[in-house]
């Protein structure tokens, strides 16, 4: 098995293949071979065609002996969260009421790595239908975090970050609508990062709450997901929300801030995210980590202050009243009439009962507990109350991180209070399950862009830096994602994730 | 069951009626309201639609610039506000034939409001206030199966139809209409038809309510004459064209009046109406509830018309119904139930257009309301269904004017046209049509009359010049109506009587 490919970072891998060190079957074969030999444990995908992946992979081995001229991307194996929709590939969104849907069509973010010459290597787990924080709400089978296979890898995009972390992808795309990118990658060791409302496409993307569902990616090192940004970002005249404005220059920021350099740039730490009389339900490990890498900016020439953002006390509540009201809409045309599941149409029964029944039957727990919780939200009499309400502490929160982006030109924090917690132990505890999101939930209201990056270890567990940036100023996450990533690496002398493959081959 | 029903005349001592409209309008944009699917109507079913239309997971919808126009132009047309700013929201409730769940619609966020429009019913003006005109997409089609009449009720299993699903639909709500008394039903009809004309006038759909792009639903309720506060109303649906709009208010009038008489309460209801029997039933509530759960549609932006633009469209609209009426009216030089009969005839573009093909007006007027309205109405078409155009029909009367052919000739090259033979000048050359001269042929049928009825000459010569008629009579028919009867008479006038 060639472990020494599938710890390697994208941007390597890439390089290896222009130069012909290595054949695009061969690494996809590794993966492939990985997956088969770990993913019984780790449960990081739902879906994964070796043979159709394989062929791929040939095609573009023979266009690359043909002469053709590609892509950077051309030859690199990717994975996809399940939430994308795949054109003839199964595609659950993690829920028992899509299962055997294989799509008509490619989601926008899918075709444009297809385009480049991406080798799909399957769909990742996740929490069903994106609702959770642990992957536990899978309706197919937990995910283990590679760090500790006793633990959850985050959610709802846990099946990504298992995989990448674990060497099962070289990369793989995530969505991210509360924290759903950036609290799986900082329990898995990963960079993740949640680009701008509207800088990614969202056509193709099954939705949970639409006002927030935001596409990213999940990697191992900042330059490798700045490239796989690049490689899906950017306007899509099928999503109206999306933004048009020219792909960012994402890659470039993001060598840059390797360098280090960071005279003058303005950094806020906010209090309300674990800061004094803000660090209830925070690990103290968590806590110093940031506080460490917050000195480690200050070092490199930053100038750090601290920030208030009283709104961000209310994005809890606020986020669990949007989310769940767009999400009962949005899981309304999931009736089992055109597709997926359906159940107890045996020509006895009314139009009514077989939808009840499929979804009774097709949804899970949580899915169920979010769309009562957005039903009652949106009905009439109590809109103002819940909606309405929750529509103003966003644009609340929205004043907060404008106001403080009039004083710094980025935000800091822990990207999750805690490590990954072991599997289990706050299934019952849905608030529990909900506070994983706190630091993240702000910048998710505002459509904001946030990275997370590793910033050491916590009990032996990766702890996330989050670097929150103005609308369309995610290369300043990239930037200092990156000069955090550099810095430690340094002084660490390995890549993050190294120590992961140390410890798993001790 | 058959309702019971006060007697018309009756009702309107005792009872008042209010009126509202609700009209949806399927714009004729060449695609659907959020995806790029065609609007063909009567293609096989569901082979218009994509992942967009038919709601598929992950799908995302983007409006149509197209239709935002057509619904500004018919807001402005209506006199109506609007709004700068405005979005789409969400419907949501479970059926069928809507793919995603809900519908996007509007809801306290209109992109018109607050216009009106002036019908006129037997001289008198009542004026329709407008509430809204808002934007939406249009529902999939139920096709019950295997049951005797089509409808749910007795069907073995039902398809859904997705073509329609996605159609840009523009709704158009009236506020409440009162007192128009006796006029309601004729009120609400003319309501119908004035609109129909403005949208068509205005190029935004070809509203044919018998293909279902101009689909009724007829709000009625009765008060007690003289009271202060209005009835519960009923709405009654599938009201499928004009007069169905007016009987659909008569029977509910008449009905709600039982009602009423008996004691009871008027529940607040949807009914159907049926075209066959002219009478309206409880109609199958489509929700259980009634809660639509409206949020703004996150997946849309809103929706900011530009002040400029609105500005430019307004000043492009085109003459109006009203407007052209009055104009026409004047330059016709018509009485007001001249023109009455004209527009009720449907005859009002015919006769325009023929004009503007340069017939005289009193020649357009008389062809299309004459002989046109006869084979028309022979044939159980509208007028505007007739194979001829209002060009072809100019040249008619061209030909007439300058003496080509004389009116029983142009009844004849009409026929011509109509079996599809070209153009009337093409016909008149083809057939043989053309008016006689002094021919020799035309000599020696005036002298075979001559020569066949002794009698009536020694009438005419006695000085009952009014036998020569049917001399007259004779040479035309001898000649199959293609001599000039002037030129025939002097003929005989001159043999007869002499020079």
Redesign the interface.
Same mark, same amino acid.
């Given at each position: 098995m060639n472990t020494d490919l599938t710890n390697l970072d994208a941007a390597e891998l890439g390089r290896r293949l222009a130069v012909g060190e290595v054949s695009s079957v061969e690494l996809t074969r590794a993966y492939l071979d990985r997956i088969a030999a770990e993913d019984d444990v780790l449960g990081a995908y739902l879906h994964v065609d070796a043979d159709a992946a394989l062929a791929r992979a040939g095609e573009v081995d023979a266009a690359r002996a043909a002469g053709e001229e590609l892509g950077p991307l051309a030859g690199l194996p990717v994975a996809l969260k399940d939430v994308?929709?795949t054109e003839g590939v199964p595609?659950t969104?993690g829920s028992r009421i =899509?299962q055997g849907?294989r799509?008509?069509?490619d *989601?926008t973010v899918a075709a444009r790595l297809k385009d480049a010459g991406t080798v799909l290597l399957g769909k990742t787990n996740m929490d069903e239908f994106a609702m959770g924080s642990s992957t536990e709400n899978s309706a197919y089978r937990p995910t283990r975090n590679p760090w500790d296979t006793d633990r959850i890898p985050g959610g709802s995009s846990g099946g990504s970050s298992a995989a990448v972390a674990g060497g099962l992808a070289p990369w793989a795309l995530g969505t991210d609508t509360g924290g759903s990118i950036r609290q799986p990658a900082a329990v898995t060791g990963l960079v993740g990062h949640k680009p701008t409302y509207g800088s990614v496409s #969202?056509?193709? =993307?099954? *939705?949970f709450?639409?006002?927030l569902d935001q596409a990213g990616p999940m990697a191992r090192t900042v330059l490798d997901a700045a490239v796989l940004h690049e490689a899906v970002g950017g306007h899509d005249? #099928?999503?109206?929300?999306s933004i048009d404005v020219p792909v960012p220059v994402l890659v470039k920021a993001a060598q840059e801030g390797a360098h280090g350099e960071l005279a003058g740039l303005r950094v806020g730490v906010v209090r309300e995210l674990g800061g004094d009389g803000h660090a209830d339900g925070y690990d103290a490990g968590v806590l110093d980590r940031v506080r460490e890498t917050v000195e480690l900016l200050a070092g490199m020439g930053a100038e750090v202050r601290e920030v208030s953002c009283p709104a961000f006390d209310l994005a809890l509540p606020a986020y669990y009243l949007i989310a769940p009201?767009?999400a009962?809409?949005n899981? *309304? #045309?999931?009736?089992g009439?055109?597709?997926g599941l359906r159940v107890g149409d045996d020509g006895s029964r009314s =139009?009514?009962e077989v939808?009840s029944l499929t979804r009774e039957q097709g949804f899970g727990p949580e899915v169920k507990r979010r769309i009562v919780l957005g039903?009652y939200a =949106?009905? *009439?009499g109590y /809109?103002d109350a819940y /909606?309405g309400q929750a529509q103003k502490v966003r644009t609340l929160i929205t004043r907060d991180f404008t106001a403080a982006f009039d004083h710094v030109d980025v935000l800091v924090s822990p990207t999750s209070p805690t490590v990954a917690w072991p599997i289990g132990a706050r299934v019952d505890d849905p608030l529990a399950m909900y506070a994983a999101d706190l630091c993240t939930l702000p910048a998710s209201l505002a459509g904001l862009p946030a990275i997370s990056v590793p910033c050491g270890l916590s009990d032996g567990l990766p702890v996330g830096f989050q670097v929150m940036a103005p609308a369309l100023a995610d290369d300043r996450c990239y930037r200092v994602g990156a000069a955090v990533e550099a810095a430690l690496d340094a002084a660490r002398g390995h890549r993050f994730l190294d120590g992961l493959n140390e410890r798993t081959t001790a | 069951m058959s309702d019971a029903l006060v007697d018309y005349d009756e009702l309107l001592t005792r009872y008042e009626p209010v009126i509202g409209l609700e009209t949806h309008v399927e714009l004729g944009t060449a695609s659907k309201m959020f995806c790029g699917c065609a609007t063909t109507f009567g293609a096989e079913p569901n082979t218009q639609t994509c !992942?967009v239309c038919?709601?598929?997971?992950? +799908?995302?919808?983007?409006?149509n610039a197209a239709a935002i126009e057509a619904t500004v132009r018919i807001g402005l047309a209506l006199g109506c506000r609007v709004a700068g700013w405005c979005r789409f929201a969400?419907k949501?409730y479970?059926y069928?034939d809507i793919?995603?769940?809900?519908q996007t619609s509007q809801y306290d966020e209109p992109l018109c409001t607050a216009g009106h429009l002036d019908v006129e019913v037997d001289g008198e003006t009542y004026r329709v206030e407008i509430e809204r005109v808002h934007l939406e997409e249009d529902t999939g089609k139920n096709l019950h199966v295997g049951g005797a009449t089509g409808r749910i009720h007795g069907a073995s299993h +039902?398809l859904?139809d997705f073509n329609r699903a996605g159609i840009p639909l523009v709704e158009i709500v009236t506020r409440p209409i009162p007192g128009a008394g006796a006029k309601a039903p004729e009120v609400a009809r003319a309501y119908v038809t004035e609109l129909r004309d403005i949208i068509q006038t205005l190029g935004a759909s070809d509203v044919r309510m018998e293909q279902g792009s101009l689909r009724c639903d007829v709000n009625t309720s009765l008060a007690p004459t003289g009271s202060l506060e209005w009835g519960t109303r009923t709405e009654t649906k599938n009201v499928n064209s004009l007069r169905s709009v007016e009987r659909a208010v008569r029977y509910e009038m008449r009905r709600q009046a039982a009602v009423l008489d008996a004691g009871v309460r008027v529940l607040q209801e949807t009914r159907h109406f049926h075209e066959d029997t002219g009478t309206t039933s409880p109609g199958r509530s489509k929700e259980e509830a009634t809660?639509y759960?409206?949020?703004p549609e !996150?997946?849309?932006?809103p929706v900011a018309p530009d002040a400029e633009w609105v500005e430019k469209l307004a000043a492009e609209l085109p003459e109006l119904p009203a407007a052209r009426r009055a104009r026409l009216q004047e330059e016709w030089g018509l009485s007001t139930t001249e023109m009455a009969w004209l527009v009720n005839a449907g005859a009002l573009g015919l006769v325009d257009a023929t004009v503007a093909a340069g017939a005289t007006p009193g020649d357009a007027r008389k062809w299309w309301l004459g002989e046109l309205a006869r084979r028309a109405n022979d044939a159980g078409v509208e007028l505007s269904e007739l194979t001829v155009t209002p060009r072809q029909v100019a040249e008619l009367t061209r030909l007439v004017a300058e003496g080509t052919i004389n009116d029983q000739l142009a009844r004849q090259a009409l026929d011509g046209v109509l079996a599809g033979e070209g153009d009337p000048a093409q016909v008149v050359e083809a057939r043989g049509l053309a008016v006689m001269g002094e021919s020799d042929e035309l000599v020696a049928a005036v002298e075979a009359a001559i020569a066949g009825a002794p009698d009536v000459v020694a009438k005419v010569q006695g000085g009952k010049v009014q036998a020569l008629g049917a001399l007259v009579g004779a040479v035309m028919k001898a000649t199959r109506g293609k001599a000039d009867a002037a030129t025939v008479r002097r003929m005989l006038e001159e043999r007869i009587i002499g020079g």
């Open positions: 994308f929709v595609t969104s =899509l849907w799509p008509p069509y *989601a #969202r056509y193709g =993307l099954i *939705a709450s639409s006002s005249p #099928r999503d109206s929300t009201s767009e009962s809409s899981l *309304a #045309r999931f009736e009439m055109r597709f =139009l009514e939808m039903t =949106l009905s *009439a /809109y /909606y | !992942p038919l709601g598929l997971p992950g +799908s995302l919808p983007v409006a969400r949501n479970f069928p793919p995603k769940g809900f +039902s859904v809660d759960r409206y949020f !996150p997946d849309l932006v």
